[in-house]
């Protein structure tokens, strides 16, 4: 049942029930320089972004604010503006007076007394008609908050709601609460838990949903549609920022893909989302299940508009090792023969090249010879299953839809041989709903594929679909393993791109880590170098080193804190000074810019890290 959340007002713009969801995004120049941000803006609003945030360091930052709103409304922009405001309560309410929002972060807007500097603000904010946001970061929450409550979601929670109690005592509605994480997994439980927590205590206030420091390319906007994606279809969620370490605008066009993958969800699905992680317990089977990672599959055919050459798509091996798929699939008898063999062109059998070694066939080819049972296996329907005459004594594959999954279910638990079961999803709500059914049941014991199949010519559309919609398999724990299809083919997607993706995802929800994973921001006004340049001199040096995360931050805002979540940082602390550190621990500091990736080099050699 729909519960009575609150809307916001945030200048010409409401939040809330029956309005669309908002689309922001952040400047990254410095906030005294007038025309550049109203520049940057002016590109964000004509992308389609709704508000634009900047950051206030200091008054004069706060005061200049004032500037930059009479520019845009002489140039006829008119969507709001917020003032990003950490660590001085005198500098959100210098802004407050000038902007629609302002944005506080409660891990270091106030000491141990919040109430007396927070209650001078919501005065402000009411004189002024201005909005108001509580922003928790996981990597700035208060020394207060976690002593008590630890580095978690529940601290975040805790940390929003403090102040949000205080904004009811007060009746001031104007308010919007983000809980943002560079972790996907502590974002998404993080924001359920909020929601269930405010529904308790009838503080239903609209929530802003983002991924902190998701970084650049792909990977960034993968790891953003994992977290935000997951939620929208949730029903949670009211504006949105999509961060990525590259021009403010260019965040636009990728929230508008993901609102499009998402605009068919409801408000409610009828049910509460776990708010912490537990691996749903499945028997181990061959290399599925148990506690070991999820695989990917991929397909192995060539095009049906190219025919069929006799080999296995050749494009699908100039991926990086480290980007193949688990299981290869094959859906036509005359690719099977080359696999156990010379299955590459010449120019790939030399070097470190792996390709893998496990084949699912179609069941009808698999029951036409005796293939080696350790590497080939079957992929049944379910009427097949049923019918089958023999099956793998190492492992079978069952493809079921939703509507099918019961009796998949059924079938599988019967049978005395391991098996695991493929599901092939949709996006309507009731898939979910019925593979929940199945997947917490915990007689259910056999390891389940997530199998999707798109149609996208625009290969950022299918990343951001696939993130969107499947995440959350991975993110709860419910799932072994994933399949990505994509059937339109042409230049515009290239036929690696499924397996890819499949890999980004599960990198995006913790699941499997494949790739360096940078932790970035996406700059502001507070950063005293180039980001953009940073980030890919780092990733040029450290790029091979897969069993690392790095983290790259413009200040110390986040940059300590996200720390926790990161291997080694690369952290700014004053205009051409940098820190290094090595989780939280601070082990090198005010360095110079020109020389901090080479000293990153040498602390992630001493520390034993580095690899040729």
């Given at each position: 049942m729909?519960?009575?959340?609150?809307?916001a007002?945030?200048?010409?713009?409401?939040?809330?029930?029956?309005?669309?969801?908002?689309?922001?995004?952040?400047c990254?120049?410095?906030t005294?320089?007038?025309?550049?941000?109203?520049q940057?803006?002016?590109r964000?609003?004509?992308?389609?972004?709704?508000?634009?945030?900047?950051?206030?360091?200091?008054?004069?930052?706060?005061r200049?604010?004032?500037?930059?709103?009479?520019?845009?409304?002489?140039?006829?922009?008119?969507?709001?503006?917020?003032?990003?405001?950490?660590?001085?309560?005198?500098?959100?309410?210098?802004?407050?007076?000038?902007?629609?929002?302002?944005?506080?972060?409660?891990?270091?807007?106030?000491?141990?007394?919040?109430?007396?500097?927070?209650?001078?603000?919501?005065?402000?904010?009411?004189?002024?008609?201005?909005?108001?946001?509580?922003?928790?970061?996981?990597?700035?929450?208060?020394?207060?908050i976690?002593?008590?409550?630890?580095?978690?979601?529940?601290?975040?929670?805790?940390?929003?709601?403090?102040?949000?109690?205080?904004?009811?005592?007060?009746n001031?509605?104007?308010?919007?609460?983000?809980?943002k994480s560079?972790?996907?997994?502590?974002?998404?439980?993080?924001?359920?838990?909020?929601?269930?927590?405010?529904?308790?205590?009838?503080?239903?206030?609209?929530?802003?949903?983002?991924?902190?420091?998701?970084g650049a390319?792909?990977?960034?906007?993968?790891?953003?549609?994992?977290?935000?994606?997951?939620?929208?279809?949730?029903?949670?969620?009211?504006?949105?920022?999509?961060?990525?370490?590259?021009?403010p605008?260019?965040?636009i066009p990728?929230?508008?893909?993901?609102?499009?993958?998402?605009a068919?969800?409801?408000r409610?699905?009828?049910?509460?989302?776990?708010?912490?992680?537990?691996?749903?317990?499945?028997?181990k089977?061959?290399?599925?299940?148990?506690?070991?990672?999820?695989?990917v599959?991929?397909?192995?055919?060539?095009?049906?508009?190219?025919?069929?050459?006799?080999?296995?798509?050749?494009?699908?091996?100039?991926?990086?090792?480290?980007?193949?798929?688990?299981?290869?699939?094959?859906?036509?008898?005359?690719?099977?023969?080359?696999?156990?063999?010379?299955?590459?062109?010449?120019?790939?059998?030399?070097?470190?090249?792996?390709?893998?070694?496990?084949?699912?066939?179609?069941?009808?080819?698999?029951m036409?010879?005796?293939?080696?049972q350790?590497?080939?296996f079957?992929?049944?329907?379910?009427?097949?299953?049923?019918?089958?005459?023999?099956?793998?004594?190492?492992?079978?594959?069952?493809?079921?839809?939703?509507?099918?999954?019961?009796?998949?279910?059924?079938?599988?638990?019967?049978?005395?041989?391991?098996?695991?079961?493929?599901?092939?999803?949709?996006?309507?709500?009731s898939?979910?709903?019925?593979?929940l059914?199945?997947?917490?049941?915990?007689?259910?014991?056999?390891?389940?594929?997530?199998?999707?199949?798109?149609?996208?010519?625009?290969?950022e559309?299918?990343?951001?679909?696939?993130?969107?919609?499947?995440?959350?398999?991975?993110?709860?724990?419910?799932a072994d393993?994933?399949?990505?299809?994509?059937?339109f083919t042409?230049?515009?997607?290239?036929?690696?791109?499924p397996?890819?993706?499949?890999?980004?995802?599960?990198?995006?929800?913790?699941?499997?880590?494949t790739?360096t994973?940078?932790?970035?921001?996406?700059?502001?006004?507070?950063?005293?170098?180039?980001?953009?340049?940073?980030l890919?001199?780092?990733?040029?040096?450290?790029s091979?080193?897969?069993?690392?995360?790095?983290?790259?931050?413009?200040?110390?805002?986040?940059?300590?804190?996200?720390?926790?979540?990161?291997?080694?940082?690369?952290?700014?602390?004053?205009?051409?000074?940098?820190?290094?550190?090595?989780?939280?621990?601070?082990?090198?500091?005010?360095?110079?810019?020109?020389?901090?990736?080479?000293?990153?080099?040498?602390?992630?050699?001493?520390?034993?890290?580095?690899?040729?």
């Amino acid at each position: 049942m729909e519960t009575d959340q609150i809307s916001a007002s945030i200048g010409n713009v409401t939040l809330g029930p029956g309005h669309p969801v908002l689309i922001q995004s952040m400047c990254s120049v410095p906030t005294m320089d007038t025309r550049a941000c109203v520049q940057q803006c002016m590109r964000i609003f004509d992308a389609g972004g709704g508000l634009s945030r900047m950051a206030a360091r200091n008054l004069d930052e706060a005061r200049n604010l004032e500037n930059i709103r009479k520019e845009l409304d002489r140039r006829g922009y008119r969507q709001p503006l917020c003032a990003d405001v950490h660590f001085n309560p005198a500098i959100a309410m210098t802004a407050a007076a000038v902007v629609e929002k302002v944005r506080i972060n409660p891990g270091n807007f106030a000491g141990v007394d919040i109430e007396k500097p927070f209650l001078e603000l919501l005065e402000i904010c009411r004189e002024n008609n201005t909005a108001l946001r509580i922003g928790v970061n996981h990597g700035s929450l208060s020394e207060r908050i976690l002593k008590r409550y630890g580095d978690t979601p529940v601290g975040m929670v805790e940390s929003a709601l403090e102040y949000l109690r205080i904004c009811k005592r007060r009746n001031f509605p104007n308010v919007v609460v983000s809980l943002k994480s560079s972790n996907t997994r502590v974002m998404v439980y993080a924001n359920r838990l909020m929601r269930r927590r405010m529904k308790e205590e009838h503080l239903e206030y609209p929530l802003h949903l983002g991924v902190t420091e998701a970084g650049a390319g792909e990977d960034g906007r993968i790891r953003s549609a994992a977290g935000i994606g997951t939620l929208l279809n949730e029903g949670l969620g009211d504006t949105i920022r999509v961060s990525l370490t590259e021009e403010p605008e260019l965040e636009i066009p990728a929230a508008k893909k993901l609102l499009e993958t998402t605009a068919g969800r409801k408000r409610s699905l009828g049910k509460d989302f776990p708010v912490e992680f537990k691996r749903r317990e499945t028997e181990k089977c061959s290399i599925l299940g148990g506690d070991r990672v999820p695989v990917v599959i991929a397909r192995a055919t060539d095009n049906a508009n190219q025919g069929i050459t006799g080999a296995v798509e050749p494009d699908l091996y100039f991926l990086p090792d480290h980007l193949l798929s688990d299981h290869l699939l094959s859906d036509h008898l005359l690719l099977v023969h080359p696999m156990p063999g010379n299955l590459l062109p010449d120019h790939h059998q030399a070097g470190n090249f792996s390709p893998p070694n496990k084949y699912l066939l179609n069941a009808g080819i698999w029951m036409v010879d005796d293939y080696p049972q350790e590497h080939f296996f079957p992929l049944f329907d379910l009427s097949g299953f049923q019918s089958r005459s023999r099956m793998s004594p190492v492992l079978n594959f069952v493809l079921a839809g939703p509507d099918e999954i019961q009796e998949a279910a059924r079938q599988l638990a019967q049978s005395d041989l391991p098996c695991c079961l493929v599901y092939l999803h949709d996006e309507k709500t009731s898939s979910r709903v019925k593979f929940l059914e199945m997947a917490e049941n915990p007689g259910f014991r056999f390891p389940v594929m997530i199998r999707a199949a798109y149609h996208d010519t625009d290969p950022e559309l299918f990343g951001i679909r696939a993130a969107s919609e499947l995440a959350w398999y991975f993110i709860d724990g419910y799932a072994d393993g994933i399949w990505l299809d994509n059937t339109f083919t042409g230049p515009s997607m290239p036929s690696p791109l499924p397996p890819a993706t499949s890999f980004r995802i599960l990198q995006a929800c913790r699941a499997r880590m494949t790739e360096t994973e940078y932790i970035a921001c996406p700059s502001c006004g507070r950063t005293l170098f180039n980001i953009q340049d940073t980030l890919e001199k780092v990733r040029k040096a450290t790029s091979h080193l897969r069993h690392l995360k790095i983290a790259v931050m413009g200040c110390i805002v986040n940059g300590p804190g996200e720390m926790a979540d990161a291997d080694y940082g690369y952290v700014g602390s004053g205009k051409g000074r940098v820190n290094l550190y090595r989780k939280r621990e601070l082990i090198k500091k005010g360095i110079r810019e020109e020389d901090a990736v080479k000293e990153l080099v040498i602390l992630i050699r001493e520390n034993g890290d580095w690899t040729d």
